[in-house]
């Protein structure tokens, strides 16, 4: 019993898993920022091309 009780209350596992997750979030919104920033400069760029001509 006490080996059960020593078991539940161990939370170094937890840790690692918040790092994970932590991780996980960042990298959504990396992407996400780089999708949007992408598609801003696709246009910006094609406007540029489309005056100079």
Known sequence: M???IRFLK???G?????????????????ITAMGALGSAL????NNV???LR
């Open 49 to 51: 091309a489309t005056n």
């Open 2 to 4: 006490t080996n059960m």
């Open 14 to 30: 937890a840790t690692a898993i918040e790092y994970g997750l932590i991780a996980a979030l960042i990298s959504v919104a990396a």
């Open 42 to 45: 696709t246009t910006l760029f």
């Open 10 to 12: 161990d939370e170094d």
